[in-house]
Every structure is written in structure tokens, then in C-alpha cells.
């Protein structure tokens, strides 16, 4: 008796084809993501060199100011004043603000923070309260959890001027001191890397969508600062630091990006719930913002399914194949892309400086992170940061803004 002909299975091409999209990813990350070049060691001998006022807004920043302070007032740069906004705080910021010495700066002041008006965000309202203290030439908006070497504001400065520069933002390292900050960190920070892949370029080209600064380090000329309108122009944003650098380049100024990992440091989070309440108010609305109104339905959805699809489901899809569930090429699909995904995380996570054998947790991280934009998608325009409940225009849209340039 003839037996029927086996039926055939999938062919051994198909978890290769499967696996592409990892492999794609991979080589554009190597081949086409590039970060901004590094702040030049010099610190330059131009004479007269321009007043700079350093603004440092703070709530409830107890536990950073200090350190913040003693960065900044060491700075080896000539012509400085420090001004921090106490942002209403609760805590002992502006105590401890008011003790710290001036150090190197021609001055350092305290200002106290004027109540929220209708319409603001409370960083936006901190910068503008000192922006109008400042008597610099230069104005520096830094944040209270930053940590800056003595060289950083004179390399800063140089940069500015020897590049003609309108504005200049610097990125420096992040610091992770928990475990969860070590996981999570670093995904939110790929997906950065390949929104903006090759910021200088974009500026350079005028494409304004690509454009993004560093709020823990943002160095404006006044003129520029006023000409785009200032942080009353943002003053609903969650992203000020992206909406501002938009509007530098929309409005033909010049925008430089540069790293200083040696000299500029920031511990952003210090627990999985600062992780989480940070990110849910940053990530989604800021994303938005980069990406034309048509598209931005689609932003959150398109995130969560990448997020799961890449890096979760391979390797609940290995885990079910070697439990006996599933076709066979199930197992070598899945094999093979948590195989390179195994292999591409740990360098992902020592380039960000975590430690490498936190890259093969990358699952658990990836899941943190899709859950940071399932509750960023489900407030939707509310956001919630330093006791403060905040309501954005929907889907993202900013506040109207002033200085001529419109939002959109």
C-alpha cells in the first residue's frame, strides 16, 4: 500500500527571513546612527569673554542641589552668576541653596518662585522666572540633577563662539546607581538613538522635526533666546528642551549638539517609580512632537507592538518551542533572534554605561519600557510630575506659541 507523500514543512529559509528585521536593526545602528561629535578639550582665549547667567529651576531638589551647586560654582570659567528658581519646594532646596557659597561665580541667587499660572508647566515657568533675573550675555538653563566639571562651562562657551553658534547643547553621561535604573534606562535611550540617528545632520539641513537639545544643558545668546520667544514660547511643552531647539532651527538660528560625557553628568531617576512617572511624561508627548500631526495617531500603537514584537516575543516564543509548543521552526526562529538580540543588547547597555550582563535582562527591560508607553498612550494629555497634575492639548499638540513661529 503506497503511503501518501509527507506533507512538506516550512523551508529552511523562512526563520531566516523571519529574523531579518533584527538583522536590519542591527547593522542600522551600526552603520547609520551617529552621535554627536565630542566638545573640544580647549578652552579657547578669546578676550572679553561674555557673562554667563546659570539658571537652575528646582522643586523639591533637596538631595541634588548640593551636588549640583558644587559642580557649578567651581567652574573654571572667568564671568559667571548662578540663579536658582526655587520652584515652590516643599522640602529644604532652597535652604540649602541659600547656604552654599558663590565659589568661582561673580554671584549666586535664590529666587523664589512666583505661583504656576494657568497655561504653564512648572520647568517652563522656572526658567522664564530666571531668565528675567539673568544680566548675562549668555544664558545656560541647566537642571538640578546634573553634575558639571570645572571645564565644562568654559569648553562650553568656546564651542559657542568659535562655531558661531546661536546655541549649544551638551549630552553628557548618565548616571544609573539601582538596578531598575540600569535596565530601563538604556532601552529608552536606544529608541532615541534611532529617532535621531544623525541629529547634526538634520539641524545642519534645516530639517527642524529632527531637531533635539539637552535640557540638562542648554547655552543660548540672549538674542537667539528672545528671538524664538523664550520659554513663554513652551511654556505648556513637557519636552521644552525639543520644542526649543525646534524653534531655533525653524527660525534659521544655529543649533550645535555636542557630547561631554568627562565633563557633564545626570542622574535623572533614582527608583523604577521615577523611572516610570519621568518617561510616561517625557517620551510619548515629546515623540509626537517630531513626527507630522497625520502620523501621530499611530505613534503609541506602532511603539508598544515594536516593543513586544522585537524584543519580548522571541524569547517567549523560544521558551514555548522548547517546551514542546509550537512548530519546530518556532525554535529556530526563535533562537535566532533572541540570539542576536543577546548579543546586541550588552553592547547597547556598556556603551550607556550600565554593566554589560544587564543586557541579557533585556526582556524584563523591554517589558518596563512598553509599559511606560501603554501609560503615557492611556493618560493621553495629562501628566502627572513633582505633585503637580498638568493638562497638555490632545494628542500631544503644544500650547499656542508667541515670537512668530507657528506650532504644528
Known amino acids: 500500500m503506497l503511503r501518501p507523500p509527507p506533507r512538506p514543512g516550512p523551508k529552511p529559509l523562512l526563520p531566516l527571513l523571519l529574523s531579518l528585521p533584527w538583522l536590519v536593526l542591527v547593522m542600522f545602528v551600526l552603520l547609520r546612527v551617529r552621535l554627536p561629535d565630542e566638545l573640544p578639550a580647549g578652552v579657547g582665549g578669546e578676550r572679553g569673554p561674555p557673562l554667563v547667567s546659570v539658571i537652575i529651576p528646582a522643586r523639591n531638589e533637596a538631595h541634588n542641589i548640593e551636588a549640583c551647586l558644587a559642580g557649578v560654582t567651581a567652574s573654571a570659567y572667568p564671568r559667571f552668576e548662578v540663579l536658582v528658581v526655587d520652584d515652590r519646594s516643599t522640602d529644604a532646596t532652597a535652604a540649602l541653596a541659600l547656604g552654599w557659597p558663590s565659589g568661582h561665580a561673580l554671584r549666586l541667587e535664590v529666587v523664589e518662585g512666583a505661583p504656576l499660572p494657568a497655561g504653564w508647566l512648572g520647568k517652563p515657568w522656572a526658567f522664564r522666572q530666571g531668565a528675567e533675573r539673568a544680566r548675562g550675555e549668555l544664558l545656560l538653563f541647566t537642571d538640578a540633577d546634573t553634575r558639571h566639571a570645572a571645564s565644562l562651562l568654559p569648553r562650553a562657551v568656546a564651542a559657542l563662539r568659535a562655531e558661531r553658534a546661536d ?239 507657528p506650532h504644528g
Do not use: C
Not at 262 to 279: I, P
Not at 323 to 350: D, M
Open 167 to 405: 546655541v549649544l547643547t551638551v549630552i553628557g553621561r548618565q548616571l544609573m546607581e539601582s538596578f531598575w535604573e540600569r535596565l530601563v534606562q538604556p532601552q529608552i535611550f536606544l529608541a532615541l538613538w534611532l529617532r535621531f540617528f544623525d541629529v547634526e545632520r538634520a539641524v545642519a539641513r534645516g530639517r527642524w522635526r529632527g531637531a533635539i537639545a539637552n535640557g540638562q544643558f542648554l547655552l543660548f545668546r540672549r538674542e537667539a533666546y528672545q528671538a524664538v520667544g523664550g520659554h513663554e514660547a513652551v511654556r505648556g511643552e513637557v519636552a521644552e528642551d525639543l520644542r526649543l531647539a525646534q524653534r531655533v532651527v525653524r527660525a534659521g538660528f544655529r543649533l550645535r549638539i555636542r557630547r561631554a560625557e568627562d565633563a557633564l553628568a545626570t542622574r535623572m531617576y533614582r527608583s523604577l517609580n521615577d523611572v516610570m512617572e519621568g518617561w510616561t511624561k517625557n517620551i510619548f508627548i515629546g515623540g509626537l512632537q517630531t513626527v507630522p500631526p497625520a502620523v501621530r495617531p499611530f505613534v503609541a500603537p506602532l511603539s508598544v507592538a515594536a516593543g513586544i514584537g522585537l524584543w519580548i516575543a522571541p524569547p517567549l516564543a523560544l521558551a514555548a518551542a522548547l517546551a514542546g509548543w509550537g512548530p519546530a521552526w518556532l525554535a529556530t526562529w526563535g533562537g535566532a533572534t533572541t540570539g542576536v538580540s543577546a548579543l546586541f543588547w550588552p553592547v547597547v547597555y556598556h556603551r550607556l554605561g550600565a554593566r554589560a550582563w544587564y543586557g541579557l535582562l533585556y526582556p524584563l527591560g523591554a517589558a518596563v519600557a512598553v509599559a511606560i508607553f501603554v501609560r503615557a498612550w492611556v493618560r493621553g494629555r495629562t501628566v502627572v510630575w513633582k505633585g503637580r497634575t498638568y493638562e497638555t492639548n490632545p494628542r500631544g499638540e503644544p500650547w499656542t506659541g508667541i515670537g512668530g513661529l
